[in-house]
């Protein structure tokens, strides 16, 4: 029986052109002979070869957010936790000393707590909204400096030029997470960051559909180490979430703009409730970095407020589920709002007088405002506030 599998596969011949990027899942790229295909290892010649390495989808998405971020290239990866790795194992050694901020996102606490120190590397956290403490906490082997600038949940505001200042005097790479700022508050190279991460799974997909990463770095060198990293130790990402990723890019802006401006009526409408005991939201004048949000983010607050309701676990109970009109579940920068609980989730496992250390109780919440009306999300808050009031 004649084959009916076709190998390689012939593009229909068409004059035109397709608007949007085709999704390519192939995992293999036939080459003409190994002429051509030494040429393509000798970088003489472009060419896939194999998807591990790097596949369309990937190139046009990790363009696509260089260009936000302003660098050249970035390399996609199967998750934010990727791109975080790929920066600090692809560029650091054992003996070398990682300083991070106090707040980071849970996972990447726990790789510089756990993780670093098991591969012979050593680690320690400061404040990042201090320059001042940044620059005690160094030691003499200090290679990164790993921060976010707008921390998670509670939305303190790093001190990004005093600490980019310290790094380039002494020749420290500065890492940034951009995930919750984005590059429509602030873009990290600016300000002489040497290498920017995202969480795409987060705003820049932005439809909670996709787990993706993506780094970058200006310098070239330091991109392709973390790229042949990534590369050897399978963080790729997939074809698919990259094609999905695109098609999320491309209302990124607007969504961000609108999620905002509803994040800034919500932040002031909560600051008025009787039984709110305290709203952060970084465009507020009674946020402790106000000033530091108008001079590095030109007063874009974001769309991320943290609240305190007053009472404890059963108060909160009775707003999650009476706000049944948003998702209580840990994520955020989807299209619809989502609220999460640090106590019971990314803060568990610390000791409750650290948590409250931090202004972390049981009544602490963190609302990731999405594309709603923001009456309609006024109407679901007012459900869930007063099931808490009546507690
Ligand atoms: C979610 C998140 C990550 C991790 O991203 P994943 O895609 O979930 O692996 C890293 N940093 C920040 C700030 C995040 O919010």
């Known amino acids: 029986m004649k084959s009916t599998i076709q190998r390689p596969f012939a593009m229909p011949s068409s004059v035109s052109r397709p608007v949007v990027t085709p999704l390519m899942p192939a995992v293999v790229y036939a080459s003409d002979s190994p002429d051509q295909l030494d040429q393509q290892y000798n970088g003489d010649a472009f060419g896939y070869t194999y998807a591990r390495e790097g596949h369309p989808n990937a190139d046009v998405v990790a363009k696509t957010i260089a260009a936000m971020e302003g660098c050249e290239n970035g390399i996609m990866t199967g998750s934010g936790m990727a791109a975080v790795t790929a920066a600090v194992l692809g560029l650091c050694k054992s003996g070398d000393h990682v300083l991070g901020g106090a707040q980071l996102y849970g996972r990447s606490l726990r790789l510089l707590n756990e993780d670093l120190p098991r591969l012979g ?11 001042g403490a940044v620059l005690s906490g160094l030691q003499p082997n200090t290679r990164m ?13 790093a001190d990004l030029e005093g600490i980019a200042a310290v790094c380039k005097e002494r020749g420290i790479l500065l890492v940034v997470d951009n995930t919750f700022t984005t590059p429509s508050m602030i873009k990290p190279f600016d300000y002489g960051a040497d290498i920017v991460i995202h969480s795409v799974t987060k705003l ?15 310098n070239g060198e330091l991109e392709d180490k973390m790229r042949v990293f990534a590369v050897t130790t399978g963080m790729t990402a997939s ?24 994040a800034a009526v919500l932040a002031d409408w909560l600051a008025d409730q009787d039984i709110v005991e305290r709203v952060l939201y970084p465009a507020r004048p009674d946020h402790p970095d106000h000033n530091r949000t108008m001079g590095l983010m030109k007063g874009q607050g974001g769309n991320i407020i943290s609240f305190t309701l007053k009472g404890g ?17 840990p994520t955020l920068g989807d299209v619809g709002t989502t609220l999460s609980h640090a106590a019971s989730s990314s ?11 931090q202004g972390i109780t049981e009544g602490f919440f963190r609302v990731s405002v999405g594309l709603e009306d923001p009456a309609a999300l006024i109407d ?12």
């Open 121 to 131: 590397m050593e680690t320690s956290l400061v404040d990042p909204t201090d320059a």
């Open 145 to 157: 400096i790993l921060l976010e600038t707008v921390s998670n949940p509670t939305l303190r505001v």
């Open 204 to 218: 820049l997909a932005g439809h909670a559909d996709v787990t993706l990463g993506w780094v970058g770095a200006k």
């Open 239 to 262: 074809p698919f979430d990259c094609w999905l990723a695109e098609r999320g890019l491309a209302s990124f802006g607007l969504r961000f703009a609108r999620s905002q401006e509803s």
């Open 313 to 329: 676990r059963d108060s909160a109970n009775a707003f999650a589920t009476a706000a049944s009109g948003v998702a209580f579940a």
């Open 347 to 357: 803060h568990r496992v610390m000791a409750p007088e650290a948590r409250e250390a």
């Open 380 to 391: 679901t808050f007012t459900a869930g506030l007063n099931a808490a009031s009546k507690v």
